[in-house]
């Protein structure tokens, strides 16, 4: 039976007119009239008596009326029930290491708030180890950084990637050339933490290539790398998703390395318990916010990818 059709049933007892009830419904009387009577027919009686002036509720009609009321006023509950489900109060405890803070996270935030109004985000933005570790004891409830995690109470999944690149000052006048390692490290060198996964990586390419005498200087903050590189201080190696702002500016440039820098992997873990529904959302919202930004920037700035290799960190 047609919601629709009850509704029209409720306007036209009130109103006792098929005109004034196809003006209150915006449709024609034809339209009210053909509701009705499908009523009527599937109830297998009539329930208005038709006026030369005005329309009548029959008995039976009258009989009608409150299984109709009944039955309206839960399909009104039920669609504020749904429309308001997403109306979720409390805190979800977010964290992210550094690049993202510095390249999805606006849209991840926007996103959250259209989604839920009155959820409030918690932001903790660390090192992967040190956000497992607080996610693993229960300090955090979702979190975006690059190790698949397995640990019960946990559900862990690949996010994407972010390619890594080479970046310089201008003023070192590096970008004119392809560079191999040796040209690398005849200059300072910005790295993540020790003992990083781009550290690590950093670490095994110039092993690689048979270079034992560079000077790496570990930062723990992305912000701090990138103003050390755009002061001409050294070379860096950076996801190009962080520096959008400062390469369309010219105050640092993508340099041509012959030797491939692997790309930064990104994870996606949160807590499966009681509030495993609203963050199993979350992250579906987080999941639209990668692919919206690896569509819109390309390729070279993100890419979807279940694949987790080395290096993972910051």
């Known amino acids: 039976m047609n919601i629709r059709f009850l509704e029209t049933f409720l306007w036209l007892v009130r109103l006792k007119s098929f005109r004034l009830t196809a003006e209150k419904l915006h449709i ?16 297998g009686t009539r329930l208005f008596d038709r006026g030369t002036k005005e329309v009548s509720i029959t008995q039976q009609g009258s009989k009608v009326l409150p299984y109709a009321e009944r039955i309206v006023r839960l399909s009104q509950e039920l669609k504020r029930e749904i429309s308001d489900r997403d109306r979720v109060g409390g ?41 497992v570790a607080q996610l693993q004891r229960g300090d955090l409830d979702i979190m975006i950084q690059t190790d698949l995690i397995s640990s019960p109470g946990l559900l862990s999944m690949p996010l994407g990637k972010y390619p890594m690149r080479w970046v310089a000052s201008p003023s070192l006048n590096l970008g004119h050339r392809s560079l191999d390692v040796d040209d690398l490290a005849t200059h300072p060198i910005i790295s993540f933490s020790k003992n990083s996964g781009p550290h690590r990586a950093l670490m095994q390419l110039f092993s690689d290539n048979g270079v034992d005498r560079t000077r ?13 590189v755009r002061d001409g201080y050294g070379i860096a190696v950076l996801p190009p998703a962080v520096l959008q702002q400062q390469v369309a500016t010219g105050e640092v440039e993508l340099l041509s390395v012959k030797s491939p820098f692997p790309p930064l992997q990104l994870s996606l873990t949160y807590r499966t318990g009681e509030d495993g529904l609203l963050l199993e959302r979350i992250a579906d919202l987080i999941i639209q916010s990668f692919d919206s930004f690896a569509l819109t920037f390309g390729d070279s700035v993100a890419m979807r990818d279940v694949t987790m290799d080395s290096p993972r960190d910051n």
């Open 28 to 43: 024609t009387q034809a339209a009210i009239s053909g509701r009705i009577a499908t009523l009527e027919q599937e109830l």
């Open 91 to 131: 805190l979800v405890r977010l964290g992210v290491i550094e690049s993202i803070v510095h390249s999805l996270l606006p849209e991840v935030t926007q996103r959250i708030s259209a989604a839920f109004p009155d959820l409030g985000v918690e932001l903790t933005s660390d090192t992967t180890i040190h956000l």
């Open 216 to 228: 790496i200087n570990c930062v723990n903050s992305v912000a701090a790398i990138i103003q050390l």
